[in-house]
């Protein structure tokens, strides 16, 4: 008996020999799992666009830019209804596209630090207050302080909590690329597609998220405006516009502006958020506002800009949410689509147009608002004039005609005719399609007196009681299963979630006139 | 190894034909039951034509040669043989058919054990029964054979997989589907790609009997990967004696079986009105002059099959082969699908010397899946058909040029966004999936002592697997350039173990076996895909004419190793008392080192009670007792977080969504409890088994979406505990028998219930990503049935009154509850054989009652206003039977009428996920079988030995409550793109069980 064991453990023994497999091999062999940062930060740029799309992609339809050709049909945009998506994109896209690939543990914030590649941190610190900016705006309270830390039921910080964290992250990017170490690798136009490396600019770029962060609480702040004026002409004096750059001819989804007619739809979780600009009509606010003379049909010359001539080359407004659905009244009978511009192919809505992170009109209409209500209005009538020229000019209107519009009606000539809502009407326009504009509206209330031509939706329903759309949902398919005990704590489980005001809006003196 | 392999087969085509001189054998049968003589029996020499029957009191007389095999048979009893020799008198008697309690039974590891010996639940279902039921796929065969294993299959075309879960549910996400060993070795059974389970490739003619090891303690031996339990697959071997050829042809012929219902009264248009542009049925009434295409019927065809196999066996007493090849070309009621599938099998054992001998096979595999239908990773296969407007003919896909006409086009459009019928990707845009695979299985035994045996087995399971899916040109839709994709990939498992097993008697009275043995298990799966985008040239699909910015190529590459060392340990006295204890430890590749490894015990023991009263000659009772724990490791690579490359502008490396690192993660635990016992009465024509069990599964392994601000999407984690406990019975009956008709009958009936029983973190509620749909999602809640139901329903008085608006329609309650359970309360599976002279007959009833259906082929075809009921009731007068709520809090009947206009179905109803949730009974025949033998005379005529008829259904009748088509729904399969859980019971645009009709000849040479 004893030397049969023995015998079997020899033999076990040859076997577990001659197997010669280490157990060492749970990593994948063919894919990485670090990069150096200048191979991370253009996909980061590039997913931060897709971000900021996911956002105004909703977000244009509650700015009233847009609506839907049938009406009543959109859930979401046409009856302001969030309780029945599966997922929002806009969530995945700020925390894991973007700021997962910045400052999780997989992050290029830890391997940029272990390479002394201390710019790259800078850069990738203004990305992440931005980005976070971005989608504490429409998302409210969400992780900040425990995000990126493996916790799945993460506490969710207040608003002001984020706009806190924001500040900071701005502060230490600046002061990183400030102090960029000597032998930090180099930052250039290959991997840095915004500014190509420029340190300098990327220090603007933080002070102009500073002047937007400090725009949506001056209202309630002391100093408000005047901090924000200051913010805002620092930022001014190197300014550069952010934007992401998609090549003129691609046939890759991946290397498309997504607002394109492509449709592009790069990654199959965005499928829900894909543009649908051919169902899509422009509101009659929009039209409103790009009208100079309805009797002569003499339209602001943006107006070819942003959009092109629809088949019959007709510029119709639609009504919000009611599209050419058959109880809207106030279009012609027998109106069809081809009665309006075509959304595509606009400046901003062509396969190959420009994704913008923050444009620098946005800095002239944050300055005209800053002034306004410091009640320097001469100055602010300049900034605001500013930014109506600045933008025809990047939408590449004739000179000529730039001149011919800046004299019209549409544009207020004299400082005591400044009104609020000149500056609101004028930013909204040069912001076409940013989510930006949402936080303005929900600034101002959705007030007549910053937007005259506001109207609650017919189609929204009669549960919300009138009231206006204040924020996205969060994810349904991620937080409300992992975390039921900070969504219950906000009350983010209640059907009108989507109707409460985050917390600018809230504390907002703008509300009423 | 190679050498001797090659010997062999060489040797196969030796013929080795004993000449030796003939003798007259002259004996009875007998029954073993009650000593009578049985009159008719066959007694034929094996691997000849010749044979005899016995006579009117069981004599028979036999011209033989010595060393021939002489096989007795007689139904209802279990055939057996002798070897002619000196003797001229062989007396038989003949066990019956029921539970043979000498009937040894495979188990973990191939283990041979004495079926009274038998401490836990084994299930045996012969190849015999499998062939039966005439499937394609083993595992469907298997359905209403088994007591506790739940078989739903994901649809009713060939390249569809087939989910098997043993004693319910062990995890929410990945597989929960058993092991699968063939002789010994581990298989592949993935369904990568949403393709047939690869277990589909074996072909059942090969097949000797499967053993189900449901337990734990069954499974104990395989340790860490025995969680969800082990089917064991053994196949036919070479028998001593003349050669013998069989043949067997069958032909099917296959329609579509029971199918959703769609209105017909209204054509396309949104909120009422006419719209040509919209691909919605909420438009205006048909006019009389318009017509109306039945599309669902229309799409589904006849199709044929054939399948045809041969296999040849025999050998001497050293030497023994078998050899089996089959062709199935199979057709499918979905156009343009198809399978083509070609086996191949080779086996032979040698007795090398009186003390070793070596068993060595090869199966090579070609299994060809053409699908017509694309669906998605969580099913949908037929949405697009169900919801097409009626007043399109589905048919009308193409000009007779070949090019696509578009069913709706708007004027600016070039198709891209202009409607087809679903035809044409059915027709131009087929999926395919080509394998080729390749077993091989070598096994030596020594045996030294008498006492002591020595074995080692190597095997292979290897499979190469091509998986392309292609978009003609001029597809409507993202790929209107035309895209094509493929996945290669070669996987293989390679399983090395050596045994030791001590087998002795230590008194008279006492037994002892014990056995020890090691264990290594690798897997390495690598594949190259690409993907095209664009096609230069539009009717080539390959990346050679795809323009060059549209291509895309990545590499995987997943191994595994898992090493083992385990014992058995066995005392048996008097074959009364049997204890067993089994140990094992898994060291695992796939989990951090820390956790790494893993200790697997079972306790068990049984006591045949019957031994103890005297006329235990007429019954038999056997108590079990069991005890297990074992484990299941974490999937491939979830321990770290990997990049990958993107294509946005700019490229680079992105955190990989999908790969969630963990490095703490543990193997998830799993522990039952299992009691049953054995009865026999009435001479053990009756039979019964019954078992239960209650096993609880902690730290669960769950692949699934996190919460993106942890950083990740996906990520794999232990996240939590669940309990399955049930009760198992099998009886067998033989009601009546006699020398010419035998009627014997088993029952299989089965209940589990399962409980949610503790989450990680704040988790209440987990609802399955893979199978969500708007009103209603496959989820678990805390507490609750883990294969839950999700979903809203109507508010409800305290009483369950439906509380109605002031408006008149009901209101709707947002808080999501669990409102179904998808496992069935009880199953029952009724398999009846019926033998009368020359013919036999068998057929398997099958019922399940309850278990809900989430009927979102209903509900999407409600959102776009095909579905039947909005026929039904669309724009009519109603009154909602519920309360109204009055001021001071009490209720009264609603009494008000509403119309049923499209904003109550679109805003109202489609809300409510109750209104697709469906309780489902069903009574089905899973098959009929009618088997023929052609008297001998005519056999000798065509001169063959035997020639058997066969005229089968499979599938002919179905009896249920459900709304939609066949009640047999899972429509993401067994492991929807891995990250899945069980669909079972969801109807996702299903494709319904066809109901199929065959006509098979079997020969024997």
């Known amino acids: 008996m004893k030397r049969l064991v023995k015998i079997i453990c020899t033999l076990l023994g040859i076997i577990a020999i001659t197997s010669c497999n280490d157990l060492d091999l749970n990593y994948n062999p063919v894919q990485p799992v670090t990069a150096p940062s200048p191979l991370r930060l253009p996909a980061i740029q590039a997913n931060l666009a897709y971000s900021l799309y996911s956002q105004a992609r909703f977000a244009s339809f509650h700015s009233y830019y847009l609506t839907t050709r049938t009406g009543n049909s959109n859930a979401q945009t046409d009856t302001w209804n969030y309780n029945n998506i599966t997922r929002m994109g806009a969530w995945r896209w700020h925390y894991f596209d973007v700021s997962a690939n910045i400052a999780s543990k997989d992050g290029i914030l830890i391997r940029a630090e272990q390479d002394g590649d201390n710019n790259y941190t800078g850069v990738g610190k203004i990305l992440l207050a931005f980005s976070f900016l971005t989608a504490t705006d429409v998302f409210g309270d969400m992780p900040f302080s425990e995000a990126f830390t493996d916790i799945m039921n993460p506490v969710y910080d207040s608003q002001e909590t984020v706009y806190q964290g924001v500040e900071r992250l701005l502060d230490e990017g600046i002061n990183e690329l400030r102090n960029v170490n000597p032998t930090a690798r180099s930052m250039n136009a290959s991997s840095d597609l915004i500014y190509a490396g420029d340190y300098n600019k990327w220090i603007s770029f933080a002070e102009a998220v500073r002047a937007r962060l400090k725009l949506h609480t001056a209202s309630f702040t002391a100093n408000g405006y005047t901090d924000l004026l200051a913010s805002v002409n620092t930022a001014l004096a190197g300014f550069e516009d952010a934007m992401f750059r998609y090549p003129e001819e691609s046939s890759s989804l991946w290397e498309k502006n997504l607002w394109g007619e492509t449709r592009p739809n790069p990654e199959w979780q965005f499928a829900d958020i ?29 107006l070819y800009k942003l959009t092109t001539p629809g088949a019959n080359n007709k510029y119709l407004g639609a009504q919000m949410s009611v599209g050419l659905h058959s109880s809207n009244t106030n279009l012609p009978s027998g109106t069809t689509y081809q009665d309006f511009a075509n959304l595509y192919n606009g400046y901003w809505t062509a396969d190959n147009s420009p994704y913008p992170y923050m444009i620098k009109e946005e800095l002239y209409f944050m300055k005209a608002e800053a002034l306004f209500y410091l009640e320097r209005y001469g100055e602010a009538l300049i900034a605001y004039q500013q930014g109506i020229e600045h933008n025809c000019q990047r939408l590449g209107v004739e000179p000529g005609l730039i001149t011919n519009f800046m004299g019209s009606a549409k ?21 076409y399609l940013q989510a930006e504009t949402w936080v303005d509206m929900r600034r101002y209330g959705y007030g007549t007196h910053a937007y005259p031509d506001l109207y609650y939706p017919r189609f929204a329903l009669a549960e919300w009681g009138g009231r206006y759309i204040q924020r996205f949902i969060y994810d349904p398919q991620t937080e409300y299963v992992y975390n039921p005990k900070e969504i219950a704590r906000l009350g983010a489980g209640a059907r009108d979630w989507a109707f409460k005001e985050v917390w600018w809006a809230e504390k907002s003196t703008l509300k009423n006139p | 190894m190679k050498k001797a392999l090659q010997l062999l087969f060489a040797s196969l085509f030796t013929f080795h034909v004993a000449l030796a001189q003939e003798v007259t054998v002259k004996g009875r049968v007998s029954s073993a039951e009650d000593g009578s003589s049985i009159a008719g029996a066959s007694i034929r020499i094996e691997g000849t034509g010749a044979g005899t029957s016995s006579g009117a009191n069981g004599q028979y007389e036999i011209r033989a040669s010595k060393g021939q095999v002489l096989v007795f048979s007689f139904v209802g009893m279990v055939s057996t043989t002798r070897t002619v ?56 065969a298997l359905q209403g054979q088994v007591a506790g294993a739940q078989i739903s299959s994901a649809g009713g075309s060939p390249g569809l997989p087939t989910e098997i879960i043993l004693r319910g549910s062990t995890t929410l996400s990945g597989d929960n589907q058993p092991l699968m060993i063939v002789d010994g070795i581990r298989v592949n059974n993935s369904s990568s790609n949403f393709t047939v389970n690869r277990v589909a490739d074996i072909n059942p003619e090969d097949i000797e009997d499967i053993s189900i090891l449901k337990g734990a303690a069954a499974a104990a031996l395989y340790g860490i990967d025995a969680a969800s339990g082990a089917i064991i697959i053994t196949t036919k071997k070479g028998k001593q004696g003349v050669i013998q050829v069989n043949g067997s042809y069958k032909s099917f012929m296959e329609t579509m079986g029971r199918l959703p ?16 542009s919209s691909g919605s049925s909420w438009g205006r009434k048909f006019r009389y002059d318009e017509t109306i295409y039945n599309n669902v019927e229309r799409f589904f065809q006849t199709a044929l099959t054939h399948d045809v196999n041969l296999n040849i066996n025999g050998g001497s007493e050293n030497l023994q082969y078998y050899m089996s090849g089959g062709y199935r070309n199979a057709g499918s009621m979905v156009p343009n699908t198809f399978q083509d599938k070609l086996s191949f099998m080779m086996k032979g054992t040698a007795k090398l010397s009186s003390k070793l001998s070596m068993t060595a096979s090869a199966n090579y595999v070609q299994n060809n899946i053409q699908e017509g239908l694309g669906g998605a990773s969580a099913g949908g296969w037929i949405n697009n058909i169900l919801r097409f407007p009626l007043k399109y003919d589905i048919l009308r896909y193409e000009y007779p040029n070949g090019e696509p006409w578009y069913a709706y086009l708007e004027p ?64 409507p839709g993202d790929f209107f350039d035309g895209r094509v994709a493929e996945v290669n990939s070669n996987s293989k498992y390679i399983t090395s173990t050596f045994n030791a097993t001590i087998n002795k008697k230590l008194h008279e009275d006492l037994g002892f076996t014990l056995l020890l043995g090691a264990n290594s298990d690798y897997f390495e799966a690598r594949g190259i895909n690409y993907t095209g985008e664009g096609l230069l040239i539009p009717d080539i699909f390959s990346p050679n004419v795809v323009d060059r910015t549209g291509l895309t190529f990545g590499e995987s590459l997943s191994r595994r190793q898992r090493y083992a060392v385990y014992g058995d340990l066995s005392v048996s006295y008097k074959d009364i008392v049997t204890l067993a204890m089994t140990g094992r430890n ?139 406990k049930g009760v198992e019975a099998s009886v067998n009956v033989i009601p009546f028998r006699n020398e010419k008709f035998l009627w014997s009958t088993t029952l299989n009936a089965w209940k589990n219930t399962s409980k949610m029983l503790q989450f990680v973190g704040d988790i209440e509620v987990f609802p399955y990503t893979n199978v969500q749909l708007n009103a209603g999602k496959a989820g678990t809640r805390l507490h609750e049935h883990v294969l839950g139901i999700i979903g809203t329903d109507y508010k409800r008085t305290e009483e369950g009154y439906v509380i109605v608006g002031t408006d008149g329609y009901p209101i709707v309650d947002d808080t999501e509850k669990t409102i179904g359970n998808r496992e069935p ?62 001021e001071d809090g009490s209720y009264v009947k609603n009494e008000k009428q509403v119309v049923l206009d499209y904003s109550y179905f679109a805003n109202n109803y489609y809300q409510v996920g109750t209104n697709f949730v469906e309780k489902v009974n069903w009574a089905r025949i899973r098959y009929i079988t009618l088997g023929y033998s052609l008297p001998d005379f005519i056999a000798q005529k065509v001169r063959v030995k035997r020639l058997g008829l066969e005229l089968s259904a499979q599938n002919p009748l179905i009896f249920t409550n459900y709304s939609g088509g066949d009640p047999e729904v899972n429509s993401a399969g067994p492991n929807a793109g891995g990250t899945g859980a069980s669909s079972m019971g969801v109807d996702n645009g299903a494709i319904p069980l066809p109901r199929a009709f065959s006509l098979g000849l079997n020969i024997s040479l």
């Not at chain 2, 219902?261 to 719209?275: L, P, V």
């Not at chain 2, 490095?663 to 078992?691: A, M």
């Not at chain 2, 392994?701 to 669940?722: D, E, H, Q």
């Open chain 1, 274 to 302: 894909r543009n649908d600009l051919a169902n899509t009509l422009p509101t009659d606010v929009l039209m409103n506002a790009l009208t100079v003379d309805e009797a002569t049909n003499t339209f602001d010359p943006r």
């Open chain 1, 411 to 431: 544009v207020v000539q004299s400082a005591e005719n400044l009104k609020i809502s000149d500056i609101m009407m004028q930013k909204w326009l040069a912001l």
């Open chain 2, 85 to 140: 020799g000196d003797e001229s008198v062989i007396n038989v008697v003949l066990e019956s058919d029921g539970q043979s309690l000498d009937e040894v039974v495979v188990t973990a590891l191939g283990i041979e054990r004495n079926r009274k010996n038998l401490t836990y639940s084994v299930q045996t279902v012969s190849g015999d029964d499998l062939r039966a039921a005439n499937q394609g796929n083993i595992i469907n």
């Open chain 2, 261 to 276: 219902r769609q209105q017909a009264i209204y054509t396309t248009g949104t909120g009422g009105t006419y719209d040509e």
């Open chain 2, 412 to 475: 600016e459009d070039d198709g891209r966004n202009a409607r087809i019928s679903p035809m044409w990707g059915v027709m131009r845009n087929p999926r395919n999936n080509n394998v080729d695979r390749f077993t091989v299985n070598g096994f030596l035994e020594y045996n030294p002592l008498e006492w002591l045996r020595l074995s080692y087995r190597l095997g292979q399971d290897f499979t190469a697997s091509k998986y392309r899916t292609i978009i003609t040109p001029r597809t």
């Open chain 2, 586 to 724: 898994d060291w695992t590749s796939t989990l951090s080192p820390q956790h790494r490894k893993y200790f697997s015990p079972s306790y068990s023991g049984s006591l045949a009670f019957s031994e103890l009263f005297e006329d235990n000659d007429l019954w038999y009772g056997k108590l079990r007792v069991s005890y297990a724990k074992v484990g299941k490791d974490a999937p491939i690579y979830k321990t770290n977080t990997n990049l990958r490359q993107v294509a946005t502008v700019g490229a680079g490396f992105v955190v990989d969504p999908t790969t969630g690192g963990n490095q703490d993660l543990r193997p998830e635990r799993t522990s039952e409890f299992e009691v049953g016992t054995e009865l026999s009465f009435f001479k053990r024509r009756l039979n019964i088994d019954l078992t239960y069990y209650n096993r609880e599964s902690i730290d669960m392994i769950l692949t699934t979406r996190v919460p993106p601000p942890a950083g990740y999407i996906f990520k794999t984690f232990n996240s939590g505990s669940l309990r399955n």
């Open chain 2, 825 to 886: 309360e009880f199953n029952l599976g009724w398999l009846n054989r019926f033998n009368y002279k020359a013919f036999s007959l068998s057929f398997m009833w099958d019922f399940r009652f309850g278990g809900d259906i989430l009927n979102a082929s209903r509900q999407g075809m409600m959102s776009t206003g095909i579905a039947y009921d909005i026929g039904e009731w669309r724009d009519k007068e109603f009154v909602f039977n519920g309360v109204v709520a009055q």
